[in-house]
Each structure stands twice: as C-alpha cells, then as structure tokens.
C-alpha cells in the first residue's frame, strides 16, 4: 500500500487540459442559444436538447473528470497511474460524443444517436471504471471515499438510462420515452452533478474554509441520497405519480437542507479571508436553496416553466457556477505547488492570487452570475434568450482566457526553474 | 479523549492548527502585526511539533511494525518538508509585515495541509491504529507527550 504523492497523479497538463475542453464546450452550449432564441420556450426544442448536452457532456464532465484526476488520488490515497494518451483519447472520444449527440438532436447528422451513444458509452466507462477502481481499494475509507462511490454508481446508471434512450432514439425500442427522459435528467442533474457537489463540499467547505464539520447524520443522509432517485424512477416507470413526487420533494429538502448547511457553515468561516472562493461558496450554498425550491415548484406545479428553472439553475447555476469557483482555486494551486517543487534555486514565486488575478475572478465570477440570471428570465421572457447567451459566452470566454493565460505561464515558468542551479544554503 | 485514539487527538490537533492559521491571515489583514506575529509564533511552534510527534514517533513505530520505511511515511515526510519551506516563508512575510504575502504564503500552506491532511486521515491514521493495536494507548501517550514537549 503506498499512499499517492502528488507525483503519482496525472500531470497536471493533462488536467488542464481537461478544464480548458471542459469551458469551451460550455461557451459551445451558450453560443447555440444565441443562435436559436427560442430554445428555452421548452425543454423538448432541440436546440435546448443539444445545448444540454453539450453543456453537461463536453463542459461539466470533462472539467469535473481533470479535477477527480487530481482529487481521487488524494482522497483516496491511490496512485492513478500515469496514462497521458490514453487520457487524452478518453477526452478526444467524450468531446466528439458530445458534439455528435447535439449534432444529433439539431437533426443535422441522422446516424448521430448511435455514434454519439458508442463513442460517449465508451469514453465515459473507462473514465468511471479507472476513477471507481481507485475508490474501491480495500485501503480507501473515510466519508468522502463513500459518498464519490455513489457519485461514480449515479454516472453509470445515468449512463445506463442515456443508451436506452439512444436505443429508442436509433433503433425505435418500444420504451416509454418521457419517464425514461425525466430518469435520465434526474439521475445526472441530482445524482451525479449534485451529488458529486455534495461529496466534494462535504471535504472542501470544512477544510478549506476552517468551518465545522457536516452533522455526521448530514454525512449519513447524503449517502442515502440514491435511494429516493430510484423509488422515483421505478414509481415513473411503473405509473405512480403520486410516489414520484413525494420522491422528488425528499430530493428537494436533502438540497435545501444540504444549502442551508453550507451557507451558515461558509458565512462563519475561520479561514480569515472574504475572497472569490469566499463568495463563490456563499453562491453555491444560496443557489442549492434556490435549486430545492424550483424543484419543489417543478413537481408540485404543473407548469414547464419551473421545470426548466430547476434544470438551469442545476446546469447552469450550481454545475457551472461551482466550476468556476472551483476552478480558480484548484489551477492556480497545482501550478504553484509544481512551481514549488521545481524551485530548488528557491527564486520568488507568484503568490497563490497572484496567478489568476483575484479582481478578474471577482469580475468572471460576476459576470457568470448576471447571466444565468437573465438566463433564468429568458425562460420567462424569450427576448432575453440572445444577451443572455451572449453575456454567459463572454463570461466563459474571460475565464478560458484567464486560466490559458496562468497555465502557459506554468510551462514557461517550470521549464525556467528547471533550468536554474540549486541554492545552497550558508552553513549555520 | 484516551491516549489510545490517537487518531482522533491528531486529527484535532490538524483543525487546531487550521484555526490558527485562520486567526493568523485575520490579523494581518487587520494590520495588527504585534498579534499576527505572536499567533505565527504560536502557528510554527504547534506545526512543528506535531511533525515532529509523527516523524519521531508515530512513523517510526508504524514503520517497524509493517516493514514499510519507503510507504506511505515517506510521502507524509516529504509533505512535511514542503510545509516548513512554507512557514519559513510565511516567517519572511509576517516579519516584514507583508499583508500580501502572509495572504498568498498563509492560502498555499493551508491547501497543502488539508490535502496533507485529509491522506493521513483517511488512511495513515487507521492503519497506523490497526497496526498498533493493544499498544494503541502506550503509542497514543508517546505521540502526546512528543507533540506538548
């Protein structure tokens, strides 16, 4: 048993790389909408089906699958060993699937689904299977490793749901459709992007905040928080409404419970610090009380609108939001620490906010903010749709020209530091 | 809490330090470098000696135990010595009172320690327990005693 240094990780190139494919699938997603203002009007248009997954499949996975890269091995104290082409080629095969998949519901590419679903199937397997592989060592415990296990079974069961869709989709199996598609949403909106949200804010908020722990009851709740997704999914399947919703309000109160925790948690901070990443977490913690009480509207209602409230806030609000804050914390963390690690002439490094600047964050992060509000209004009001995207797409534009800025000055900084001698130090 | 469950006394001992780390990143923002100065000094002491319990105690016996002296001791010591670049860094900075580079030095050494952290938590400490098992509370008193020198 060896626990993982950092150097047992895979290279942080390879992260970034992740990241950056990972935004600009996003920016993808925002510019589809400015190209058909009338997609939020409902969520069977299928510019809004294309923008969904290429916002979910080519922006969210790909940034949260180079962050779990670096993450897992901590958390779990497990090497994933290095396997730059392979990695690469998991990540080649994911951004095509996606751009299939949207290709595929705008009717551009009739052979698409089946493509798509093969190529994604694939990718997104052996992401799960190597990431799971690592959380399932006897030697891997503690609460974060239990909960990123149910996280890792909610993608493959999502997974699972997305090709018996691409099965009715490409082939006509006679399935029912709508239960199937409102699974599927479910399961990778709470399962796997809320949950994984859940999992990684159960450790950050805590630790990288100086606040109290979760209640250990909060800790046991969340691992059970599968449970209601599949009596919902079955009662759907099997023609009980009324016990899908009673479902789907659980789900509703897990979150607003799991907001409210954070909220207080990260508003009593002892971190000593009222930064972006400050913020940024207040953010999540309000837009998960939001997130519950769209959702609560969504099944009490009978009314898409709130439906599609709940699906961007959860995409675009929590998923993408918590990106972002995320983001500008874990980039500049690991081009330090491998500056740090090359620095044997002990030269003076940027400080940690330094690499990103911390007034272009506050302005990114803001920006983001605006626009998934008028986003959310757009919902309401189509005329919105266009500046909405617009200002969304040049929000996630700011942010991959900042964080492409910090990491070609990590090449270029390492490759100096690597080149200069060694300090010796002057005997006492 | 017995000296048995060591694994709880330095897992707090880690939040202990977290918050004087906080504490610490507080003060200078405030400009009150006479305190921020006294709670480094109280931040390095209690940082230090906490390595020093796991280095002179904790890993030697784990590492007699199991046979594992290039495991996952040797990572943690190497973490370890990152960690005092660090506070020497952080030294530098709260001297010279500056309020940037206790902010940038005190944000780098907090992430390091919980990820640090979190590895010994999770798994160092429960194996290190396991292997101890009815000398649990004799290690747990040496580990104590180490770390309140």
Known sequence: MVIASTDASPAPGISFIHMLCGLAGMLAAALLLLHEPMALLTRWHPATLAAVHLFALGGLMPVMLGALYQFVPVASGLSLPRRGGFDYLILAGLMAGAALLAMAFLGLYADGFLWAGSLLAVSLATAAARLLRALWTPAAS??????????????????????????????????????????????????????????????????????????????????????????????????????????????????????????????????????????????????????????????????????????????????????????????????????????????????????????????????????????????????????????????????????????????????????????????? | MSYADFPAYLTADHRHCDEQLGALRKLALAADSATAAQTFEALNHDVLAHFAAEEEVLFPAFESATGMSCGPTQVMRMEHAEARELLADLAEAVSGQDVDGVRGHGEALLILLQQHNMKEENILYPMAYNVAGANAGELGARIAGRRQH
């Open chain 1, 142 to 428: 503690g609460v974060l490793v239990g909960l990123l296990r149910a996280n890792g079974l909610a993608l493959v069961v999502t997974l699972i749901l997305g090709l018996l869709l691409v099965g009715v989709l490409a082939f006509g199996w006679p399935l029912p459709l709508v239960p199937l598609v409102d699974a599927h949403a479910l399961w990778a909106l709470a399962g796997w992007v809320g949950g994984l949200i859940v999992s990684v804010a159960t450790v950050v908020v805590p630790m990288f905040h100086v606040t109290d722990a979760y209640p250990a009851r909060w800790a046991r709740v969340a691992r059970l928080l599968p449970l209601p997704l599949l009596v919902g999914s079955l009662a759907l399947w099997g023609g009980w409404p009324v016990v899908a919703r009673i479902a789907w309000l659980l789900l509703a109160l897990a979150g607003a419970v799991f907001g409210g925790l954070t909220l207080r948690r990260v508003l009593a901070a002892r971190r000593g610090e009222r930064d972006a990443f400050h913020w940024g977490w207040c953010g999540v913690g309000v837009l998960c009380l939001a997130l519950a009480v769209a959702g609560g509207l969504a099944t009490l209602l009978d009314d898409a609108h709130w439906g599609m409230v709940f699906g961007l806030l959860a995409l675009a609000g929590l998923g993408g939001g918590t990106v972002s804050v995320m983001l500008y914390r874990i980039v500049p963390f690991l081009i330090w620490l491998h500056w740090q690690r090359a620095n044997k002439a002990r030269v003076r490094l940027p400080l940690l906010h330094q690499i990103v600047p911390e007034r272009d964050q506050r302005v990114q992060l803001m920006l983001e903010l605006a626009a998934v509000l008028l986003l959310l209004g757009a919902i309401f009001q189509p005329g919105l749709t266009q500046p909405a995207a617009l200002l969304y797409a040049a929000a996630k534009f700011l942010q991959i020209v900042l964080l492409a800025q910090a990491m070609r000055d990590f090449r270029q900084r390492l490759a100096l530091l690597r080149r200069l001698p060694p300090k010796v130090r002057a005997a006492p």
